[in-house]
């Protein structure tokens, strides 16, 4: 089965602060994902990366950066942590053929930010 | 912009009885809608749809999808506690990686 680690469950900042979520895979997967997750929103895609190196913006980047130095670990980086991102954080990977468009997720990580 | 609606937003309802939550969706190169059940962690894969008409199963889930209204159904019947989750219904965009999600439909089965 596909494991997706992400690698806090529970995490809690202060404002401003830099913020590192890290996500890895274990199935060799080119494509992953940052979701996050608020009440009567649903999931939102933050950024997406296609192969190391590459990354694309999703709908709500703003505030986000994100790192794929390795094709297994995509990071996903708050510069300057704000109270609206506090929020639920899913990690997601795919392999992404015509056929087989499933993601496996994490199991996400909940960041309060004070 | 693809837009996928779910409904009912929120269903409580006695074990034992028959839910149908609902799915309808525009994008603009269909290829497959994704059910997904989340419980207190990760979202986990239930149904891949692509053909109309065509019903998937699995124990007491079914879903089956309609391309020409745009809509899929996911069916569970004798639900039990441990139905209760969120359901969400996702679609690939057009020439993109990624699924967009519906706001999921919040599913709760009382003893």
């Known amino acids: 089965d596909v494991k997706v680690t992400q690698s806090s469950r529970y995490l809690v900042k202060r404002t401003g602060e830099k913020v590192f979520l890290e996500c890895v895979q274990d199935?060799?997967?080119?494509?992953m994902f940052w979701y996050r997750q608020d009440p009567g929103l649903g999931l939102r895609l933050i950024y997406f990366?296609?192969?190391?190196?590459?990354?694309e913006k999703g709908d709500i980047p703003e505030g986000y950066s994100v790192s794929r130095e390795k094709k297994e670990r995509f990071s996903l980086i708050l510069e300057s942590a704000s109270t609206n991102q506090t929020s639920m954080y899913l990690c997601?990977?795919?392999?992404?053929?015509?056929?087989?468009?499933?993601?496996?997720f994490g199991s996400g990580t909940q960041l309060s930010v004070l | 912009e693809d837009k996928v609606v779910q409904s009912p937003l929120s269903l409580v309802v006695h074990e034992g009885d028959t839910v149908t939550l609902n799915c309808s969706y525009e994008?603009?190169?269909?290829?497959?809608l994704l059910w997904y059940k989340q419980e207190k962690k990760a979202p986990t894969f239930l149904f891949m749809l692509?053909?109309?008409?065509i019903e998937k199963k699995s124990g007491r889930l079914s879903s089956i999808l309609d391309k020409k209204e745009l809509f899929s159904i996911l069916n569970i019947t004798a639900t039990q506690t441990g139905d209760s989750a969120i359901y969400l219904c996702?679609?690939?965009?057009?020439?993109?990686?990624?699924?967009?999600f519906g706001k999921g439909t919040k599913l709760s089965v009382i003893p």
């Open positions: 997601a990977s795919a392999a992404w053929r015509a056929t087989n468009e499933k993601l496996f």
């Open positions: 199935m060799d997967h080119e494509n």
């Open positions: 990366s296609y192969d190391v190196k590459m990354k």
């Open positions: 994008v603009t190169n269909f290829r497959s």
């Open positions: 692509t053909s109309s008409g």
């Open positions: 996702a679609l690939p965009g057009a020439g993109s990686y990624q699924l967009t």
